[in-house]
């Protein structure tokens, strides 16, 4: 079975622009979340998907987004980028949503701003 | 406010030695704890979970609701236990993991 992919896996913006970053989970999963991942605060959840509906967010800015489409591939979005948004951005898929069920990693999204 | 916390950035043992990763939590309520491991140039990955009980690869855990600890152990650790190990808490329908331990297991 084929993991989570995750594209781009690196990316470089300047400030100010916008970037998309893409996830496919894992076959037959229905459930994706996506995490922040810094060396100052850790891994911090930004939110997850099911079923292409939003069931859970963190404590980000509004200018972080997501959306899930048909197939439960997930993109989220962050607008006018700051160069705190660098950050490797990971997504992970379940087969049932929630917490509670192993999730699985993908590679990751480095994100640069400058 | 929900936290964890692992107090330990680094953690440095000789092969064949006990290992202990600490891991804390503050949480009002009863709490759901994983811990998960990251080799080197691998994907971040479930350990294991207090609720199933189980032994991973040699590793243990139990839940300390007393002194709100969720310990990762092994009686003898072996060079290929050399990892990122965060501990996880259940926070209502997210995960918050803490900043998380590298383990350093030298021959």
Same mark, same amino acid.
């Given at each position: 079975?084929?993991?989570? +992919? @995750?594209?781009?896996?690196?990316?470089?913006?300047? =400030?100010?622009?916008?970037?998309?970053? *893409?996830? $496919?989970?894992?076959?037959?999963?229905?459930?994706?979340?996506?995490?922040?991942?810094?060396?100052?605060?850790?891994?911090?959840?930004?939110?997850?998907?099911?079923?292409? +509906? @939003?069931?859970?967010?963190?404590?980000?800015?509004? =200018?972080?987004?997501?959306?899930?489409? *048909?197939? $439960?591939?997930?993109?989220?979005?962050?607008?006018?980028?700051?160069?705190?948004?660098?950050?490797?951005?990971?997504?992970?898929?379940?087969?049932?949503?929630?917490?509670?069920?192993?999730?699985?990693?993908?590679?990751?999204?480095?994100?640069?701003?400058? | 406010?929900?936290?964890?916390?692992?107090?330990?950035?680094?953690?440095?043992?000789?092969?064949?030695?006990?290992?202990?990763?600490?891991?804390?939590?503050?949480?009002?309520?009863?709490?759901?704890?994983?811990?998960?491991?990251?080799?080197?140039?691998?994907?971040?990955?479930?350990?294991?979970?207090?609720?199933?009980?189980?032994?991973?690869?040699?590793?243990?855990?139990?839940?300390?609701?007393?002194?709100?600890?969720?310990?990762?152990?092994?009686?003898?650790?072996?060079?290929?236990?050399?990892?990122?190990?965060?501990?996880?808490?259940?926070?209502?329908?997210?995960?918050?993991?803490?900043?998380?331990?590298?383990?350093?297991?030298?021959?």
């Amino acid at each position: 079975k084929a993991g989570v +992919t @995750q594209t781009p896996r690196y990316l470089i913006k300047t =400030r100010g622009q916008q970037v998309t970053l *893409s996830c $496919s989970p894992i076959s037959g999963h229905r459930s994706v979340s996506w995490y922040q991942q810094t060396p100052g605060q850790g891994l911090q959840f930004l939110f997850e998907y099911f079923s292409e +509906t @939003q069931r859970n967010k963190g404590n980000f800015p509004g =200018r972080f987004s997501g959306r899930q489409f *048909s197939n $439960s591939r997930s993109e989220m979005n962050v607008s006018t980028l700051e160069l705190g948004d660098s950050a490797l951005y990971l997504c992970a898929s379940s087969l049932i949503p929630g917490p509670s069920y192993e999730q699985y990693f993908g590679p990751g999204t480095r994100l640069t701003v400058t | 406010a929900q936290r964890v916390t692992q107090p330990e950035k680094l953690l440095s043992v000789f092969k064949g030695a006990p290992v202990e990763l600490k891991c804390n939590y503050s949480y009002s309520g009863s709490p759901e704890l994983f811990w998960y491991v990251q080799y080197s140039r691998q994907r971040l990955q479930l350990l294991l979970r207090h609720i199933s009980r189980e032994s991973i690869k040699g590793f243990t855990a139990d839940l300390n609701k007393g002194e709100t600890s969720f310990h990762l152990k092994k009686p003898f650790a072996q060079e290929e236990d050399s990892a990122m190990y965060y501990c996880a808490l259940k926070d209502t329908d997210k995960l918050i993991f803490g900043t998380g331990t590298r383990l350093q297991v030298f021959p």
